[in-house]
């Protein structure tokens, strides 16, 4: 879909501005994970919950090869594998899947919400999780909710946005007379959650929940007092629903970096008045942190090229990042959706000489990158050693989304993961 | 609908992607979702390939469905075919895309491309991976082989046969196709093909030209092999040449079909295996207990060698391949063992733990249970990791590869007079058992075996607890579970230190 076929089609309700950048919309083959790849940080942070994954093999195999080896001890998350015979009658599958839940709730008693996660097969033989989750919640007494992560529906990071959204749906109504609240989204590392935490007492903001929490059973409430502060940039449809439960969604730059931190922050601090003084005086040791971590790898990377493959949607936040921070020259900036309005912060910061592109042919944009030949591609596991192979350094992009970067604390990490690969091709004395 | 957790073996169209990744100018169109793109990143991330697999996915999305995903597909193999410009293209349908019936072959025929097109038929929703790699190899070779190649005149020159079988992915299937093809030359047999690996659409044309075949693995290539004898006529050498008596075997059998010597390669001077395992170091390989699992091939030569030429006990064997559960189960039929044929790494566990083995033999999957049981465990079969890709040559098959069975099964276990040291000097406080074997890392703790009471309600005296501690890590597992199968068969309800000496005394008369 291009950018403009984004802006016009129905689900668009906010009018595309003009973008000073080239901007490209592809729509050819797609090298990205499908949503179900959410599991693998949902299920380690959502301390109680288990998903089940309803669909193919290849659901299972997926999961196996992307959560590698690291948690191997039983997991909390697995696959029901759908068979021949389920695709016969839909009766027997949702017969079987229930005996399946089942019998996975009774050996596990800790579980306090299970998670029915429908994939391509379920979707396209049209199984009704939904009907199934509330059935069965009423069956067994604990919570069973659903959302889809298919490869149909969702790239990547968009399965932790359905995932939020039906969490949402869950979440009960303010009380009346309520006070403002803040309501952070995205699932964030234990350790960065609680820096945030500290961070926003100390800006007077101590009426602060995260979605997602650590136990199932701390959702909180949502209402007209409620504000929302994004994390990530890829939880469109969270916005979307909690928006629709009266809650406002704030428009701020994502916390990477000394500046995307103190902008996210200050859009909180706006919202709830804290005067100037108080803001800069609670931001500035945690910026000037952020800011010496960065200087030493500023060294490196100043004018430095880079080129970004779609993957995580957290491309233009963190082309803006290196640009804007560390002094990298973004050439191509490839996001697999362009939500325009969560990146209304962002967009502005970003040198208009980087090329915008949304969706993804592979191949064609393989050509660009080798013809552009950057200092650096951030490219998935699929592309990385070939690039490396003709020569380009590298930076595979899951590694940003399993690491803690968010925040002044972690921005000298993020860096580093920037760095590194460079770093390493001087060690190796590997030609540019 | 089957509950899984870890898989041995993914769908079938990753066993399609392991043959073509294989093999030199083919190309598979894929008709599949966009998250199916995660199979390229086992090929270049687990087996580090420095080229991206030749494989061209439709991805096609939700709002597709409603319009026409068959234009998709057209569309993505036209493109497919102009960039790669391939000697045959392969097409077919991932599990998602087999729900759709938009029959990839038919389409791909229509567009009168000017190569060759294989169509495949995977049954995703009943197939594994195995399956699909062995119905791929067999559907190339039989949509692309000349029906007119034939071995020309024995008369004047050297026997020539295929190697079937190695693909992409496989268990070391780089080396054995280097090891094999050196015992070939020794012998003075020509290596007409390889195939899949390092072989071409107009390599497998000339298919019929060899002699015989050999079949690696019989996993991939048994399939095709079958064929090939049926249509070409072409016998094939079955004995897989993993340890020195199948290599010898091996030897014989293709000396007879090739009507060449097989003194000189039998009397090679690399089987340093046979001499190392008879050395006095060994006397303490002597019934070291040893659990098998894995694919059906390397299970079944493993435990050949682990018994007949290692000296081990061999304790349990099993395997995920249920096309070969025949043969693993006739080969556990003449040790008295029960074969144990699974899908689900839970029952191998809960096996594992059952039985207390001194040494796992396995897949990548069995390294964990091992290291979670505290278990001394090596690697013999896919799936396997990035660290069972050495940088090294380290085959497992022929003589070369008998070392390397040697070397990596042994390694991992305490050997000769550090085992009686360890058990001596127990309370040393550098070199004691709770350190592991010297020439090892410090050992993980191991979980403590599942204390499945083998009779209701055994319980351990505090004083016979203690004295078990004091037994050596390595036969602490076999000695808790023989006293308590001891005490058990006995009605004992508290095992005390004369319980565990008298289980003792019992079990090793
Ligand atoms: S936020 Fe994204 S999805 Fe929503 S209207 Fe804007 S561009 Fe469209
Ligand atoms: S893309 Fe679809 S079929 Fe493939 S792993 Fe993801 S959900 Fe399963």
Redesign the pocket.
Known sequence: MTLTAVAKSAESPCDAPQLPFEIIGENGQREV????AGIVWLHRKIQDAFFL?V??R??A???QSAAGVMIFAEPRFATAILEERDLAGLADAHEQLEDIVGRLLGRRPDIRLLFLV????SEVIGLDLSLAAQRMTAKHGVKVLNYS????ETAFTQGEDRCLAALVAEMPDERPGAGPALLVIGSLPDIVEDQFRRLFAELGISNLAFLPARRSGDLPPVGRQTAVLLAQPFLAETARVLEARGATVLTAAFPFGAEGTTLWLKAAADRWGVDELTFRSVVAPGRERAKRALAGQRELLEGKSIFFFPDSQLEIPLARFVSQELGMVPLEVGTPYLHLRHLAAELPLLPVSARLCEGQDVDRQLDRCRSARPDLTVCGLGLANPLEAEGLSTKWSIELVFTPIHGFEQAGDLAALFARPLRRRDLLGIGP | MKLSVWTYEGPPHIGAIRVVAAMRDMHLVLH?????T?ADLLFTMIQRDGRRPPVTYTTFQARDLAGNTGELFKAATCAAFERFKPQALLVGS???AELLQDDPGGLATALGLPVPVVKLDLSSFSRKENWGAAETFYQIVRGLADPAARPTDREGRRARCNLLGPTGLGFRHRDDVVEVARLLETLGIDVALCAPLGASPADIARIGEADFNIVLYPETAGLAAQWLERSFGQPSIKTVPIGISATREFIKELAAIAGVDAAPALSSDQQRASWWSRSVDSTYLTDKRVFIFGDATHVIAATRVASQELGFKVVGIGSYSREFARDVRAVADRLGLEALITEDYLEVEATIALLQPELVLGTQMERHIAKRLGIACAVISAPVHVQDFPARYSPQMGFEGANVLFDSWVHPLVLGLEEHLLTMFREDFEFNDAKGASHLPVRPEPVAAPAEPVGGDLVWAVDAERELGKVPFFVRGKARRNTERFAAERGVAVITIGTLYDAKSHYSR
């Not at chain 1, 994970?33 to 179900?36: K, M, N, T």
């Open positions: 994970f499908c949503g179900l994954v669909g193919s290849t659901c195999h997926f999961l429908g994939s391509c097969p992560a298919s490869g149909l | 599949a979702p966009q998250g199916d995660y991932a599990c998602t």
